[in-house]
């Protein structure tokens, strides 16, 4: 019955591997050391399958004196065949003191199952059997790794080839890493954005699908800063570089990709370490199961020893062994929710962040930059005996050397461009504001601390928003009122996190604690901590850590410069990485291509999902392993089990990884 069902399966396999072949030799689907082994599958198992026409009879009748040897010398070629290169593995092991792998274990056991045969003059199928189908997993298992690599890959295809420099009326195509930061480089439609820079001519509408997964296009005009990796797909645009390539997102982002898989979880070390214990102790465990029980029997039962069924017992045992599910499906899973996370523009930096990530109960925001849009404007000015446009214009003035979201709003309600020749002995206080002097007066722009600290006295706002007083040679000269908006998602984005399973949301903020706390009404976040300085945000995230339970971790999301001690500090740090600085996406661990907090919660859901998957696998391979070896020592289980407990636990198991690529409805 075994071998009819084993004949039936490899005249499948041949008509599989045929038609397969035929249809994918072309379309670049395998490489080539796949092509050629599925060939050898093809050969191996027609070769096999036409042997098993030609009983030992047959043989005998054809050759009468030779027969036997010229049988075992076809089976034999058969064999080498399809496992030469799996006895080559195994010698290399063995010649370099790395005995205990997959390889050896299979070597092993169908040498001594063809040893058997041999002895017993009886039927060398089994062992050529239980090689071809351990391949035929190998194969398996290499064309589904290949295929996951080449999906995330075609999904991460943003290196641009070239630039474009024009140059005498003409294009000239340059190698993006010897483009100079200032350079006008030129992107026609359907051409990848080689390096970031400022648009400085032209409209046009972008694919930014790659980088953030969303399919909805982006407009850009003169004047709108734009990023490397995305397709111009309508208008001519140029560019004025302000990176180098080595510098820009995609350089960055593709850097983040290949270098994910160095940083290994702690279920990728156990499964390693696991590894290099199990292997040796299972082939000493299969010795002693051939040589002490018929030692027993001869010493203590007085009975036959039965050599030959406790080494096939024993050789059955080793190909239970393989440890091939855990080592192969364990990575893969990882390397695959990476994947399925960078195809929705969350970018983690490695697989130990995305089983901390699935652990996450408590995330912490930064506000502005975060939950908000970071894009402040001028709304309102207030007791003051200056005219508006006079008090914007000192404020502007004594906050032109800052780079504060605050600061370019003041710069830009002011209009006109900054004369710095007004402005000297700029003194900047931080979490306070700042004291310059401008036009031979002393002027100080800031929050209530500010006003405090130069003890002037100040008139609260009742309205909310950020409320920079303005005090000129030591006088209260008014305030102004500046507002940021918030992003259209982040409501959306703390209830799905609620939603997901996150315990606690919380917010930290410099601002002041009426605009803390209305956005913080508005969003539905669970707490809320503000009139922070940014050592204040460090010592606050290490509080909530020292308050955790050891299981649980902690995320911070941030954008800005300020936040990048306290993104290193947390358990799990998430920057936005469209427009957030390079300090802070240097120290998070991971990224969000499109500022888009509700992408928080999706990879989240795709962390838990991934993690799932690994311990899936772990639970199942390591049961079916114990099962199946109790059943090999027993006797219950023969080679044909073994092989097919083996490849099929480890076929069930890459397939499952192969789930966590795909993440798109989470």
Request: charged letters at 20%; aromatic letters at 6%; proline letters at 3%.
């Amino acid at each position: 019955m075994a071998e009819l069902i084993v004949n039936v399966l490899l005249a499948c396999i041949v008509a599989a591997a045929a038609i397969f072949l035929v249809v994918n030799w072309n379309r670049g689907g395998m490489r080539k050391k796949q092509r050629i082994m599925l060939v050898r599958i093809l050969t191996a198992a027609a070769l096999l399958l036409a042997l098993q026409c030609f009983p030992a009879e047959t043989f005998s009748r054809a050759f009468p004196l030779t027969g036997r040897w010229v049988r075992l010398a076809v089976y034999l070629l058969d064999y080498l065949i399809i496992g030469y290169d799996i006895l080559k593995k195994a010698w290399k092991g063995m010649k370099n003191r790395q005995v205990f792998d997959e390889c050896f274990l299979m070597a092993v056991a169908t040498l001594g199952a063809l040893a058997l045969a041999i002895y017993e003059n009886g039927e060398y199928l089994e062992a050529i059997a239980v090689m071809l189908f351990y391949q035929i997993g190998e194969w398996f298992q290499s064309y589904a790794v290949g295929k996951s690599r080449r999906n995330i890959s075609d999904l991460m295809d943003i290196r641009p080839d070239y630039a474009n420099v024009e140059r005498d009326g003409k294009l000239e195509q340059m190698d993006p890493g010897e483009i100079e930061v200032g350079t006008v480089i030129v992107v026609q439609p359907g051409e990848k954005v080689p390096i970031d820079g400022i648009v400085v001519e032209g409209t046009s509408t972008l694919n930014t699908s790659a980088l953030t997964g969303e399919s909805l296009p982006r407009e850009v005009k003169t004047g709108d800063q734009i990023i490397s990796g995305c397709i111009n797909m309508t208008g001519l645009l140029r560019i004025e570089t302000s990176r180098e390539f080595g510098e820009s997102t995609v350089s960055k982002i593709l850097d983040l990709v290949e270098n994910a898989s160095s940083r290994k979880s702690k279920s990728e070390d156990f499964i390693s370490k696991f590894a290099r214990v199990y292997t040796p102790a299972v082939c000493y465990a299969a010795l002693a199961l051939a040589l002490l029980p018929p030692a027993a029997r001869t010493l203590f039962l007085n009975v036959s020893p039965e050599w030959g069924v406790w080494l096939y017992r024993a050789l059955t045992f080793l190909v239970i062994s393989c440890p091939c599910a855990l080592v192969i499906s364990i990575p893969l899973s990882f390397f695959a929710g990476i994947g399925g996370a960078s195809r929705e523009g969350v970018l983690v930096k490695g697989s130990n962040y995305l089983e901390t990530l699935a652990q996450v109960d408590c995330v912490v925001f930064d506000k502005t930059g975060t939950l908000t849009q970071g894009t402040f404007s001028v709304s309102g000015v207030h007791h003051s005996d200056l005219s508006d446009e006079k008090l914007i214009a000192y404020a502007a003035l004594a906050e032109s050397a800052s780079s504060h979201p605050i600061s370019k709003s003041l710069q830009q309600a002011y209009g006109l461009e900054l004369d710095r020749s007004r402005v000297s002995d700029i003194q900047e206080i931080s979490g306070n504001g700042v004291v310059a002097k401008v036009d031979e007066k002393i002027v100080a722009v800031g929050n209530d601390k500010l006003m405090n600290r130069l003890q002037v006295e100040h008139i609260p706002c009742r309205q909310v928003g950020t409320i920079v007083h303005v005090a000129i040679d030591g006088a209260y000269a008014g305030h102004i009122v500046i507002s940021d908006v918030l992003k259209p998602s982040a409501k959306e984005a703390i209830s799905r996190l609620h939603g997901a399973g996150v315990k606690r949301t919380m917010m930290l903020t410099g601002d002041a604690s009426a605009v803390a706390a209305s956005v913080a009404a508005e969003i539905g976040v669970d707490a809320v901590f503000s009139e922070l300085l940014p050592a204040d945000k460090v010592s606050k995230v290490e509080e909530l850590l020292e308050q955790k339970s050891p299981k649980s971790k902690l995320a911070f999301v941030g954008d800005g410069i300020n936040d990048a001690p306290v993104l290193s500090r947390a358990d799990i740090g998430i920057a936005m990485g469209a427009m957030g600085s390079d300090a802070a996406i240097e120290a998070a661990d991971v990224v969000l291509m499109d500022d888009d907090p509700l992408k928080i919660a999706k990879a989240i859901r795709i962390s838990r999902k991934c993690l799932g998957i690994v311990y899936q696998n772990i639970i199942f391979a390591l049961g079916v392993k114990l099962i199946c070896l109790g059943l090999g020592a027993l006797g219950v289980a023969n080679m044909w089990f073994a092989i097919f407990a083996d490849v099929g636990v480890m076929v069930l198991a890459v397939l499952n990884a192969i789930r966590a690529l795909f993440v798109k409805n989470l």
